[in-house]
């Protein structure tokens, strides 16, 4: 079969996109489409794309190359308000062979374009790429590229779970419809495999990693091998998070001691039956021994005896992603020192296929936090970096936070032990704590889409600007307008700051209400673990605030390569952006800005809020590029998040001041309420819950 027969068969598709794009047609403008709308080009940019007007051949006829073939032509009806006729120009897909790890050639000569790699998905990438130049407004005629990969792993985890409810998920219920799966399924995990590919996603975790050993039974086989099937053509590998004690739970064993040979034997057969049935499959991915999960240390084992146990039952198949997010309650070590101190001295000591992943920060997500001191010190253990899509700690869906600077900001971090994060993750990978929900716009709110196409993209390429991710998602998503542009990515990219300097300004963290996380109560200090206290991460009291993680006090710095710690260790040459996570100091601690660290504190506040009404004024002058109903949508969360930013601090200004006495420094506002009003408010149906 020649590629003009596989065009053919794309016909039925391209006459139901021409439907959408049809003048005059109503085009769903309510998120659903994301970055993937393909809104009509206009002026110049349309006529040079019309007067190119493709054929669309493919050299090959495998599944993904007629993906990437529907994808062209569904994304050029779209762009052009017409079918591509074959009028002159030329699209040729020139990827054979499955495997290969997506990296796409783009090159043109007059009007041939031809898209090249080493197997398929390299058409397929290669087909959202000039998808993405043309939807930008690029000149077909000046579109060369050539992209390889970053990183070999670029996942997204879903804390999802059987139930449908998901843990930090602020978008609706699970996507995932275990109920009527096998038998049915949904339209959504098409599409969430689309835009999973147009981005680079490879790859996802399916459940929470307060993981159900259910996933491990056979009556949950089928269910994921339908998914592994239907993403399998857009290059996405199914991995499920495994509950470590499964043998036990759904085993009929009594333990799940890895140096158990029947418990190995489990695993295998396990194993086996998974990937007799999906023979790509990805993997497991692990929380062991971390808040109340099963582990190997229940047996007296190491993280490494747990994770070698799986990665030899999984073999060369796939791998075995085992997390480093653990503290203890029993062990009184600064818990940003722990994770550190149990899997340094295991370097070294895991197999080829186990994978280590880290999360960007010693804590937890926080708004603001240096990057983890185990990047650069496992040099012979394969390190993956974990961020946090869905916003935890960055105002849930409701908050206008975009988290490319964020993550920028580690990915570029200097270890000062063989090179940035970036390099250091580069052999293995980045994964990301998902934001879709069953919500109509997949990620709660519009602007929460942009962290999702951020995170493929940096997985991507890390060396990507923030900057140019905006503008990629801001002009797909709702207009290439340069006036819109220029207000909009400026804004996009001060939102993270802003976040940090309403909630956790100069290095604070983990000042969130309990369980749910939602808004502000630095005064908790009375729960059961101490490290779950918002209290025993600002220790501040009359006379100053901050915590000591230098030698006087848990000495976290001692973590770092010499050359970065000794950035940090002065309180006085320290980027104030860290001050607090690092040092404790007095109320009137002199700033670099001249101002005594307590006015430099409210003045952090007020310079975030402030920044959230700028943010509202921006928006509010965008009406006419942007569609009624999603400018509405944003308008209504801005209100939102400006009445939360203000509420963050003035409840936390509040505090403070009961607890330093200071009055309010020149020309700042009082706080709204009292202290015992911020301290009586009650959220129980607040969403996400752990
Ligand atoms: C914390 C979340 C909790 C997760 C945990 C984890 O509050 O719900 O289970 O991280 O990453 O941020 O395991």
New binding site residues.
């Given amino acids: 079969m020649g590629g003009r027969s596989l065009v053919n068969r794309c016909a039925a598709l391209i006459a139901s996109a021409l439907l959408f794009a049809l003048p005059g047609a109503v085009r769903a403008e309510d998120g659903y489409a994301l970055w993937l709308r393909y809104a009509p080009l206009e002026g110049e940019a349309l006529e040079r794309l019309r007067a190119f007007d493709p054929a669309i051949t493919a050299a090959g006829e495998g599944a993904t190359l007629a993906l990437a073939s529907q994808e062209l032509a569904r994304g050029l009806t779209s762009l052009t308000g017409g079918m591509p006729q074959g009028g002159g120009g030329e699209i040729a897909l020139n990827c054979r062979g499955e495997g290969g790890d997506g990296s796409f050639t783009i090159e043109t000569r007059g009007r041939s374009i031809r898209i090249s790699g080493p197997g398929e998905l390299s058409c397929l990438y290669g087909a959202y790429a000039l998808l993405r130049e043309l939807s930008l407004g690029v000149d077909p005629a000046a579109i060369n590229l050539s992209e390889a990969p970053g990183m070999p792993l670029r996942l997204l985890n879903h804390?999802d779970n059987p139930d449908g409810h998901v843990?930090?998920g602020y978008a609706g219920r699970s996507i995932f419809d275990w109920w009527r799966l096998p038998e049915h399924l949904d339209q959504r995990m098409i599409d969430y495999a689309r835009a999973n590919a147009s981005i680079g996603i490879n790859g996802s975790v399916v459940n929470?990693?307060?993981a159900s050993p259910l996933f491990l039974t056979p009556r949950y086989l089928p269910k994921l091998k339908r998914l592994a099937d239907a993403w399998r053509p857009y290059g996405i590998r199914l991995y499920i998070s495994a509950r470590f004690s499964a043998p036990r739970d759904v085993g009929g064993l009594e333990t799940a001691d890895p140096l158990d040979p029947r418990v190995q034997a489990w695993w295998k057969a396990k194993a086996d039956e998974i990937y007799a049935e999906i023979p790509d499959f990805g993997g497991f991915l692990v929380?062991a021994n971390?808040?109340g999960?099963p582990g190997p240390q229940d047996y007296g084992r190491t993280h490494a005896d747990g994770a070698n146990m799986l990665g030899r039952a999984i073999g060369e198949r796939g791998v075995v992603i085992w997390?480093a997010?653990v503290y203890s309650e029993l062990d009184a070590t600064d818990r940003a020192k722990q994770a550190y101190a149990e899997f340094v001295p295991l370097d070294g000591q895991f197999d080829d296929n186990v994978i280590v992943q880290v999360?960007n920060g010693p804590i937890?997500?926080q708004p603001r936090e240096p990057f983890h001191p185990l990047f650069g010190a496992m040099p012979n253990t394969k390190l993956m970096l974990?961020a946090?899509i869905t916003k935890?700690?960055l105002g849930f869906s409701t908050h206008l936070s975009f988290l490319a600077p964020m993550w920028e900001e580690v990915l570029r971090a200097d270890t000062g032990r063989g090179g940035t994060v970036a390099e250091i993750i580069a052999p293995a990978g980045m994964a990301g704590?998902a934001n879709t929900g069953s919500d109509r716009n997949w990620s709660g709110s519009h602007f929460d889409q942009a962290n999702w196409y951020a995170f493929g993209r940096l997985a991507w390429n890390p060396g990507l600007p923030s900057e140019q991710i905006a503008r990629e998602w801001g002009a797909q998503t709702f207009s290439r307008d340069e006036r819109f542009l220029a207000a909009v990515v400026p804004m996009m990219l001060g939102s993270r700051q802003a976040t940090v300097d309403y909630m956790n300004p100069l290095g604070l963290a983990h000042l969130f209400d309990t369980g749910h996380?939602y808004g502000p109560a630095p005064w908790v200090c009375d729960l059961a673990r101490p490290e779950w206290n918002p209290c025993y991460y600002h220790k501040a009291d009359a006379e100053g605030i901050g915590f000591d993680r230098t030698r006087s006090g848990s000495n976290a710095l001692e973590q770092y390569a010499l050359s970065i710690a000794a950035q940090w260790s002065d309180p006085r040459m320290i980027d104030p952006d860290y001050l607090l996570w690092f040092h404790h100091v007095p109320w009137d601690f002199p700033m670099p800005s001249g101002r005594p660290l307590w006015d430099e504190l409210v003045a952090r506040y007020d310079r975030g809020v402030a920044a959230v009404d700028e943010m509202a004024r921006t928006w509010a002058a965008q009406e006419r590029f942007v569609d009624a109903e999603r400018f509405r949508d944003v308008s209504e969360y801005l209100r939102i998040h400006r009445q939360e930013a203000q509420w963050w601090r003035d409840a936390s200004i509040a505090y403070w001041r009961s607890l330093n006495g200071l009055d309010m420094p020149a020309g700042a506002a009082e706080p709204e309420h009292t202290l015992e009003h911020y301290r009586s408010l009650t959220f129980p149906e607040a969403p996400?819950?752990?």
């Fill in positions: 804390w843990e930090r929470n990693v307060n929380k971390s808040e999960q997390r997010f999360k937890d997500f974990e946090q935890e700690y704590v996380h996400g819950n752990g």
